[in-house]
């Protein structure tokens, strides 16, 4: 309950003078006991402070001037015009239907104070009354949630409204905006964004598409993220025009990934694969869309989900950027994708398609240190194996790496050489099964020191 020091502070909230010192005389009727004056002036006062506020808006709000010419003169006349400026606010969604009920219920707890009905206004009614006419009204614009996103979309055709390119921008400048914005008003705004995607304008176009992005860029609002995984993800996922914008918010922020349903992760694996196929290794990784941009999303949900639900994309990915060495310093606290990693890098190592094995040959010189940092023990040893197997099938490139004892991946072999130490019996069964070849031995691999 609102005690005398907070109606003091509520006054405060207040930016207009003139309703601070309604409310002023309010607060002086209730500390004399008028409680009954006090509801009238509260009430008085919304409907005052309404007023004043039409008269701005509708400088810039054609729907506001139309309802402000129509009230002004019976406001002038001194008649009852109250109801139907609030009716009319109401029905043009520049007040919410929330609010004029409200209103409506403040305007019976005044008529029973104003008229003589038998009832005596209690010190908790009068204070409840006057601190919703302040936190309710006074103290806030007045623009319903679609209002202010009518204006956000206006917006859009401004060629300056993101001025840069970098989407930590595009995410400050859209918080601001959605400052202003109530709850209830973000699936309207939602909705209407996504019917700008496909403006055949270029700007208000591109323009969604960052105040889509920007809105879920390292958000932590988890109203906002289940929204645009409802209204976004979940019910334009099988649309084709919508996979580029998909692909990006979940790049964006990995808890977009997180609480959908199993049809949607099923087309959402297939946005992934797509969105991989289109981009490719010429495509900076500070782009958003690069799709190992996604799989860092990926890497930070929780491990079973993240496995059961993306592994079909993941490994496509991972098969086609398995030489990028960055993909490796995403992946590191990831077990599941290392092992898919490992598992493309075996492939390749050990492949009888000659261009295959030199391939990650010379990818295994050139990255000794981040395979080494990312694999096991077990796992070097493995890739040694398939070196030597592709040795066996004449690829020149792993050919070298064996007659030069593995030298020139230093620390790979470093690794795997501890794990023959530890391990030596099920190393030289590994070895076996990679190179098909029950009859050789780990010394004809690598020479034990």
């Known amino acids: 309950m609102t005690y005398l020091r907070d109606m003091e502070e509520l006054i405060s909230s207040i930016n207009d003078i003139n309703m601070q010192n309604y409310m002023r005389e309010a607060l002086r009727c209730y500390m004399t006991g008028a409680h009954r004056a006090c509801i009238i002036m509260s009430f008085i006062t919304i409907h005052e402070n309404i007023y004043t506020k039409l008269d701005r808006l509708a400088l810039v709000n054609s729907k506001a001037k139309k309802i402000f010419d129509e009230i002004t003169p019976t406001k002038e006349n001194q ?14 969604n520049i007040i919410t239907k929330l609010d004029a009920s409200f209103i409506e219920i403040l305007g019976k707890l005044r008529n029973k104070s104003a008229h003589p009905s038998g ?3 209690s010190a908790e009614e009068s204070r409840y009354v006057f601190s919703e006419a302040i936190t309710r009204f006074l103290s806030k614009p007045i623009l319903s949630a679609n209002q202010v996103s009518d204006e956000i979309l206006e917006s859009l055709g401004g060629g300056n409204l993101f001025p840069t390119l970098k989407i930590s921008d595009h995410a400050t400048i859209v918080k601001h905006e959605l400052t202003r914005l109530a709850p209830e008003g973000l699936p309207y705004l939602l ?12 700007i208000i176009s591109k323009n969604a ?25 979940e019910k334009q996922i099988h649309k084709t025009e919508r ?41 900076a990784l500070n782009k958003i869309k690069h799709p190992i941009n996604i799989i860092k999303s990926i890497t930070k949900i929780e491990p079973k989900t993240s496995q059961k639900k993306f592994e079909k994309a993941t490994k496509v990915t991972v098969e086609k950027f398995k030489y990028n060495t960055e993909l490796y310093n995403i992946i590191q606290d990831c077990d599941w994708i290392k092992n898919q990693l490992f598992k493309c890098l075996l492939n390749a190592a050990k492949s009888h398609d000659f261009e295959t094995a030199n391939d990650f040959a010379k990818f295994a010189i050139d990255a000794d240190n981040e395979i080494s940092g990312t694999f096991t023990e077990k ?9 030597y197997k592709a040795k066996l099938n004449n690829a020149h490139d792993s050919k070298a790496i064996v007659v030069n004892k593995y030298n020139s991946i230093p620390k790979t072999k470093e690794k795997a050489l501890n794990v023959v130490h530890k391990e030596k019996e099920s190393c030289q069964s590994l070895l076996r099964k990679i190179v098909d070849d029950n009859s050789l031995l780990i010394d004809d691999l690598i020479t034990i020191e």
């Not at 796992?379 to 070196?387: E, K, N, P, R, T």
């Open 119 to 121: 009832h005596s206004p």
């Open 209 to 233: 598409q960052k105040f889509i992005l920007g809105m879920s860029y390292e958000c932590s609002d988890e109203y906002i993220l289940s929204s645009i995984r409802k209204i976004i993800i």
């Open 379 to 387: 796992q070097c040893f493995g890739l040694l194996a398939g070196i």
């Open 191 to 202: 909705n209407k964004l996504l019917h700008s995607l496909d403006d055949t304008n270029n």
């Open 79 to 92: 008649a009852v015009f109250e109801k139907e400026m609030v009716d009319k606010l109401a029905k043009e």
């Open 243 to 283: 996979e580029e914008c998909i692909a990006l918010l979940v790049s964006c922020n990995y808890h977009l990934l997180e609480n959908l349903s199993d049809p949607t992760y099923i087309r959402l694996n297939e946005v992934i694969i797509k969105n991989c196929k289109n981009n490719g290794h010429n495509l």
